[in-house]
């Protein structure tokens, strides 16, 4: 069956640090999504891609869509204490909408 | 603007006990979706309409009924509880297709079935 890998599965950084998170796929996708997730509350997305090669800012966030359509990171600079929460890969193709299993992410002041 | 309202907030079933979960949204969506999430998974698409009328099964449908008689409202039915479905319960709408507009989310519905 289809395999989406997300790692790392959790982080803790120190205020200031950059971070970096990555999705792989045993298949090939149309569309990358990022989103985020607080507690107690549904995802936001964060940044969308829809073309391979394609690297896409939303301010401190740098995501790209890799080549084979099979990967995505994402990076986060100059983290601050917002930016904790878990952080989900959602590759996408015609109706069908996968998530990684998450980077949690913890931000030490 | 209320955007996707998701009710109850909690709720607790015996195994084979029914249940509907409420979803609306204000925001003239045609796309609505219902995801399950589960202790260090993602979320996982359970069905999902592309408008009013039209209804369509996702990854993980069994033991789950919806439908979608307004462009408001996309009820989801559990028609006989079991622990397996203990789970947050998400519902999402977007104005288009759910990986080309961004999706709304609602707060979701934590589910604990004994």
């Known amino acids: 069956g289809q395999q989406l890998n997300q790692s790392p599965q959790s982080m803790f950084i120190q205020e200031g640090e950059d971070v970096s998170m990555n999705c792989t796929s045993s298949s090939i996708f149309n569309t990358w999504l990022w989103y985020k997730q607080e507690p107690g509350e549904g995802p936001v997305l964060l940044i969308a891609?829809?073309?391979?090669?394609e690297l896409t800012s939303n301010g401190r966030l740098t995501a790209q869509f890799g080549i084979t359509r099979k990967d995505s990171f994402l990076n986060i600079s100059a983290s601050i204490p917002s930016d904790v929460g878990i952080y989900f890969c959602a590759p996408y193709n015609n109706n069908d909408m996968r998530f990684g299993a998450g980077t949690r992410l913890t931000v030490k002041p | 603007n209320a955007g996707v309202t998701q009710t109850p907030k909690f709720q607790v079933l015996k195994t084979g006990q029914s249940m509907t979960l409420q979803c609306a949204q204000d925001?003239?969506?045609?796309?609505m979706s219902w995801y399950r999430q589960d202790p260090g998974m993602g979320l996982r698409l359970i069905h999902y309409s592309v408008g009013a009328g039209i209804t369509d099964q996702g990854e993980v449908p069994n033991g789950y009924n919806v439908s979608r008689s307004t462009t408001e409202d996309f009820p989801l039915r559990l028609l006989s509880a079991a622990p397996s479905q203990t789970s947050v319960y998400f519902c999402?709408?977007?104005?288009?297709?759910?990986?080309?507009?961004?999706?709304?989310f609602g707060d979701g519905t934590r589910l604990s079935i004994l």
């Open positions: 925001m003239n969506h045609e796309y």
């Open positions: 891609l829809y073309k391979a090669g």
């Open positions: 999402a709408s977007s104005r288009g297709a759910a990986g080309n507009q961004p999706q709304h």
